[in-house]
């Protein structure tokens, strides 16, 4: 018989699941993790951003990459047909409907994307589906929306540096320019560097005799 979660339950849930192990919380109330899970997503609760740098494991999406089927490739059994007395016997262990296999990646877990000019960046999990990249949701949590016309940009450059100290929301002209003055000589980008930061000067002195 399915067991039925209690208000007690589905309180502790409430004021364990942002900070604590979903192990723990498991052993707390003697329930699965799939159990667990579940009504995390029912209730919309969410590992906080502290728990998730302290806590949660970063996988690399390039593992196993090399015994992966190619693009192109087909598989050994392409067109053949299951014979009726093997379907019989492996329909027991066939998915059903809406089941989801057992190595299903839970909402929280972070993994690595290799993005366009080849630089690994950690994404999130955060439903079935939908993933956010790592530094947009540290900030979503402490902010909210990212305003539209605007990115957020991490100060020193590395994407595992996602601590809200390091994150700062930018219009996407200015991070374009950024990302430009890479293409240029050392004592060019110098330059830049010194001429963006009188106009932001510039524009601060202005703003305060305003």
Not at 39 to 54: G, P
Not at 115 to 138: A, C, F, Q
Request: hydrophobic share 30%; proline share 2%; net charge positive.
């Amino acid at each position: 018989m399915k067991r039925i979660w209690t208000e007690e339950e589905m309180q502790t849930m409430v004021e364990l699941y942002a900070n604590t192990k979903t192990d723990d919380i498991c052993k707390t109330l003697n329930r699965s993790r799939s159990s667990v899970y579940g009504m995390a997503d029912k209730l919309n609760l969410k590992k906080s951003a502290q728990y998730l740098k302290d806590h949660v494991h970063v996988m690399d999406a390039d593992l196993g990459k090399a015994t992966r089927f190619q693009k192109g490739q087909e598989s050994w059994n392409k067109g053949r047909k299951m014979s009726s007395s093997v379907y019989q016997k492996a329909k027991r262990t066939m998915f059903k409907k809406g089941k989801l296999p057992h190595n299903t990646l839970h909402d929280g877990i972070i993994r690595t994307r290799t993005d366009k000019n080849g630089t690994k960046r950690p994404w999130i999990r955060v439903s079935l589906g939908k993933w956010v990249e790592m530094k947009n949701y540290v900030w979503q949590q402490h902010n909210g929306d990212i305003p539209k016309g605007y990115c957020i940009a991490v100060k020193d450059g590395n994407p595992f540096n996602y601590s809200i100290d390091n994150l700062e929301c930018i219009s996407k002209a200015d991070n374009m320019k950024r990302n430009t003055i890479h293409n240029y000589p050392e004592e060019i980008k110098s330059t830049i560097r010194i001429l963006t930061k009188l106009k932001k000067h510039t524009r601060d002195g202005e703003k305060q005799n305003e």
